[in-house]
């Protein structure tokens, strides 16, 4: 990651990596998926490095000054190319001496054979000595362990300074190639790249919050993103967030709903002893259950067998949708207080369950996609390419359970007198067929017997 003043490195050419715009109709009022055609790019390292690298080069040669003072320029500023130019052209002379980038003073050093070090005090030959901008003298050795030092303490590296306490000199990239080691070196890029993205304070550019994935997203690209209603991003390492609250994707529905949410929930969580336990009894033998499944439809083992709902424990047989909350009419204050914690827990439940069932749906994907669709491939004779479908429908299954998810909590906070969207709401959770069918019947089929 060099990027010294004889030229630039040269870098993978691939400046973006395709991402296909999401525009999905879920259902909900035209309002609330305004604006899901995004506009962005997922940024792998070396595209963020070459994004950086193009921007240093155009300062450097745009202001006729050398890398190493552009990047300090840059570093001022926060990265904002066009925040600077503007000022540096009307007092240039300013702005140098708030950065510490000076013009080197014309230092006389004729006839001296030796030079005193300002730090160890020792004297050296001229070769032995390097100043940064502000002229003052300190021998190799010294500047080694000063840069080393600096770089240890962490990003700060970036806007180290002369060691002169009272100066303002800055000292540059160029220093710090020329006095640290390799593995320093690779610490100062390192701080170098990630400021490129975190200190943007306009935040176009946001790293991916999965904790095992470097790649950045570029939002708003062409100006599409800014001003819309749909922030959901999908990252190359497959994970989906938010780009406003940085929280697991959660369109259709609006980030001050998540964060109510999330807040309840979280509150509960810390407070009260009464989450959800991992297994539930079955309602005609009482045998406790624990759900090994995504889709809802159970079914008790031998010699039992009883079907029925892990949501609302009723029989499947004859099952109707459980999804609608009913409440009852009864004024009392005490009443109130428990019915709104049952209607809580109703959505709360609901919401725990689909997010269980998609994160089972993603196992069961992949475990689909790398053993099990090789497998039905050989036993129809037929090529993978022509049951794509069936990992599709995976797919479905699973951005289905992330929609549904979040549905309950815009659900728990929609006012009751809106009663058109609380009846498209309960209409749209019907998923459970196709989990089944995914689940279970995709299963006969590759084994030929019932499971």
Known sequence: MDYSDDGIESGEENLYSDVEDNETDYGFAEEDIKGSQKGYVVLKEEDIRKHQRDDIERVSTGLSISQAEAIALLLHYHWRVSKFEDEWFT?????????????????DVNGQK??????????????????????????????????????????GCLRIKC???SCSGAIGQDMIDKFSKKEDKEKYYRYLLRSYVEEDVVER????????????????????????????ITCLCSHSFCWNCREDAHSPVDCETVSKWIFRIQDEAE???????????????????????????MTCSSPCGYQFCWICLEAYS????????????????????KDEMARYMHYYERWVGNKSSRLKAILDQDKWQSVQLK????????????????????????????????????????????????????????LERLHHCAETELKDVETGFPQ
């Open 375 to 430: 497998l039905l491939s050989g036993k129809l004779g037929k090529p993978e390419t022509e049951l794509e479908f069936t990992v599709e429908a995976w797919r479905q299954i699973i951005e289905c359970r992330r929609v549904l998810k979040w549905t309950y909590a815009f659900g728990y906070y929609l006012p009751n007198h809106e009663i058109g969207k609380k009846k498209l709401f309960e209409y749209l959770q019907g």
């Open 163 to 165: 060691p002169e306490p």
């Open 318 to 337: 004859g099952h109707v949708a459980c999804n609608r909350f009913v409440e009852e009419a009864d004024q009392d204050t005490r009443k109130l207080l």
């Open 271 to 297: 407070n009260k002893n009464w989450m959800l336990a991992n297994s539930k009894p079955c309602p005609k033998c009482k045998r406790p259950i624990e759900k090994g499944e995504g889709c809802n439809h």
């Open 91 to 107: 007092d240039e002379e300013r702005i140098r001496e708030t950065i510490g980038i000076l013009k080197e003073p014309v230092v």
């Open 205 to 232: 550019i946001k790293w991916c919050p999965s904790p095992e994935c470097e790649c950045a997203v570029d939002f708003g690209v062409g100006g599409s993103g800014t001003g819309s209603s749909c922030y959901d």
């Open 114 to 155: 030796v030079i005193k070090c300002g730090i160890c005090f020792e004297s050296y030959t001229r070769g032995e000595i390097e100043r940064v901008s502000c002229g003052h003298p300190y021998c190799n050795t010294c500047w080694t362990g000063y840069v080393t030092s600096k770089i240890g303490d962490g990003p």
